[in-house]
Structure formats: C-alpha cells, structure tokens
C-alpha cells in the first residue's frame, strides 16, 4: 500500500509584507515558479486577488493575497526571471503596481482598449463595458452569435 500523501496542491494565504520571503524560500528550497494569476469579484471587493503557484515534483502550492489600488507589490522576476511575463500582464490588466520588474513593458505589454480593463476600480473599463452592451439589441446579439442557417436550442 502506498504511504499516506499530503496534498499535492494547497494554498497560504498571506500578507504583500511576507511575499519575498517566501518566494526566496522556494528558491532556496529548489522550487519552480509556475504561474502568477490575477483574480477579481466575489470576497475581494474591490481589490485584486494574486495567486503565485510554485512546483517541486508533483506538489504544487500557492499564495494568495489580496492588493489595492494603492498597495506596491515588490516584483519577483529578481528571483523568478520568468515572472516578468507575469508581472507585465498583471500589470497592464489589473492595474496592479509592480516596483522592481526586471523587464518592464510599462503598461505596453498588452494593448487594451481601455486602461486596466480588469481591475475593479477601473471608470474607463466600466464605461467602455456600459456603452458596448446598452447598444446592442439582445435579439441581435443573439441572431450574431449562431450561425447562419441553424436553429440553436437553448434550455
């Protein structure tokens, strides 16, 4: 019979101030930076959720925490190269304010129509959402989006 197994994916929340700590303890441990997410919505009103995921074998854990429009978050390409990747999307969709990016698109990394699109407090990406949806007809929108000829079901 195999040994008892910890969870191979688990999750730590934690605070901005205990980011580079951990990050550097992955590093020392051997770890690999795998992903760094941006999340908005449900339990973070009005802030940005960051997820950072770190591998070794097949463990795979997370740090989540929650930002601000005002916090600073210290990058960890420094560390992780890859990262910056990253930090730039984070970046240019959330808002999120990165100090240290080892390479830095500064905010030309994604060309959006609108500054922020994804963050919460963003007016422009409210606006430009209120306008695009209040000016189709939901009968068009639906007729747009089957195709030509075929009936679709909905249920």
């Known amino acids: 019979m195999d040994e008892a197994r910890k969870d191979p994916q688990v999750f730590f929340d934690i605070e901005l101030s ?3 700590d951990r990050v550097n303890g992955y590093k020392g441990r051997g770890w690999r930076f ?9 339990a973070t009103a009005g ?3 960051l997820l950072y995921s770190f591998s070794s074998g097949d463990e795979l854990e997370n740090l989540r925490m929650l930002v601000t429009n005002e916090d ?3 990058a960890i390409s420094p560390v992780y190269p890859n990262a910056f990747f990253f930090e ?5 969709l959330y808002g999120v304010a990165f100090k240290g990016i080892t390479i830095d698109f500064g905010g030309a990394f ?4 609108v500054p922020t699109p994804m963050n919460p ?4 990406a409210r606006q430009y959402l209120d306008t695009a949806t209040s000016s189709v007809d939901p009968n ?7 195709p030509a000829g075929e009936e679709a079901t909905h249920g």
């Open 88 to 92: 730039n999307e984070t970046h240019d």
């Open 72 to 74: 600073t978050v210290p």
């Open 34 to 42: 795998v992903n760094l997410c941006g999340s908005t919505g449900g």
């Open 18 to 20: 205990e980011l580079m």
């Open 140 to 146: 068009e929108a639906k007729e747009l989006s089957e």
């Open 121 to 124: 407090a963003s007016l422009a």
């Open 110 to 113: 994604y060309p959006t129509s």
């Open 47 to 49: 802030k940005v959720e």
